[in-house]
């Protein structure tokens, strides 16, 4: 399994942006949205909040893109997004499919009606990534500084990286939102816990269902982190162990933040949070495409 140590970070060599793959997790089906959230293009700026973030990830000197997605979005994305961006990018589509899963478990996936959760999507990427990737969700957007804040002296000594943003700054009164709730040490991230369903009075649920209160101090995560390609053993097993819960066919989700959190208490693993600099801004429902719009032009 992963272990990790951040040691003297003067003897471990900076990681080269050129180096780092982008992975956008685009595979979800927008059930709250109503579509397709992920081709949305925000009114008034003629983009998607994916290519704004993939423009944002090219100016801190990204320059290959995995884009995660299900097979009924493949053709539009082939046809109105990939040729709108910097031919100097390299690009490959990774499919999502419910169906890709272990034969022994492919029952399951038959009567499986949504995508199995972020871990799977990651996993999806697998044969596409670099040594060292960034991985975020189509659905959002990080701020012009996201990726040059994640990915500054970042060292090749084992640490991982989280972006986070205070809690309070990314709720929406459109609804309930879910987010992976931090726990720090320090500037080192000692917990992560998906929290559900969260109101803008910061009360939400586990998924078990148990009602918890949160700290308008906390930071969340809103998925963009930097990690490398060791995290893909632990997603493999983790998936594994998914699959065998009772429930996991119907209503469980295979959380990316989850099996980090794993590694975290059992192996180890060295994650540091940076603040990020500027607000989160994010789609769950379609009436938040105005209010993103708003704030970009802003």
């Known amino acids: 399994m992963v272990h990790g140590s951040c040691g003297n970070s003067t003897s471990s060599a900076k990681i080269?942006?050129?180096?780092?793959?982008?992975?956008?997790?685009?595979?979800?089906?927008?059930?709250?949205?109503?579509?397709?959230?992920?081709?949305?293009?925000?009114?008034?700026?003629?983009k998607t909040l994916l290519e704004l973030s993939i423009q944002d990830a090219f100016d801190a000197g990204i320059r290959h893109l995995v884009l995660v997605v299900n097979a009924t979005?493949?053709?539009?994305?082939?046809?109105?997004?990939?040729?709108?961006?910097?031919?100097?990018?390299?690009?490959?589509?990774?499919?999502?499919?419910?169906?890709?899963?272990?034969?022994h478990y492919q029952q399951k996936s038959s009567v499986r009606e949504k995508p199995w959760g972020t871990g799977h999507a990651l996993l999806t990427a697998k044969s596409f990534v670099k040594t060292y990737f960034v991985v975020i969700t189509a659905d959002d957007y990080y701020g012009k500084s996201a990726f040059?804040?994640?990915?500054?002296?970042?060292?090749?000594?084992?640490?991982?990286?989280?972006?986070?943003?205070?809690?309070?700054?990314?709720?929406?009164?459109q609804g309930g939102?879910?987010?992976?709730?931090?726990?720090?040490?320090?500037?080192?991230?000692?917990?992560?816990?998906e929290v559900l369903n969260i109101d803008a009075d910061l009360n939400g649920e586990t998924p078990s269902g148990d009602k918890v209160?949160?700290?308008?101090?906390?930071?969340?995560?809103?998925?963009?982190?930097?990690?490398?390609?060791?995290?893909?053993?632990?997603?493999?097993?983790?998936?594994?162990?998914f699959l065998k819960m009772d429930d996991s066919a119907i209503n469980g989700e295979f959380f990316l933040p989850d099996q980090i959190q794993y590694l975290i208490a059992e192996h180890g693993q060295i994650v540091e949070l940076h603040p990020a600099k500027e607000q989160w801004l994010g789609v769950t429902y379609s009436d938040d495409l105005h209010h993103v719009a708003a704030q970009l032009s802003e």
């Open 148 to 173: 040059s804040t994640l990915l500054n002296d970042w060292q090749n000594n084992g640490c991982w990286r989280l972006l986070g943003y205070p809690l309070v700054s990314t709720l929406t009164h």
């Open 177 to 193: 939102v879910n987010r992976g709730i931090c726990e720090l040490n320090g500037r080192l991230l000692n917990k992560i816990t």
């Open 73 to 103: 979005i493949k053709e539009t994305v082939e046809a109105h997004i990939l040729p709108r961006l910097n031919p100097n990018l390299s690009v490959d589509l990774a499919i999502q499919s419910i169906s890709d899963v272990p034969p």
């Open 16 to 46: 080269n942006p050129c180096d780092v793959s982008l992975v956008i997790l685009a595979g979800g089906l927008g059930r709250r949205f109503g579509g397709n959230k992920q081709l949305a293009e925000v009114p008034g700026i003629g």
């Open 213 to 241: 209160s949160l700290s308008s101090e906390v930071y969340a995560s809103m998925t963009i982190w930097a990690l490398s390609f060791k995290i893909f053993t632990q997603l493999e097993d983790g998936f594994i162990d």
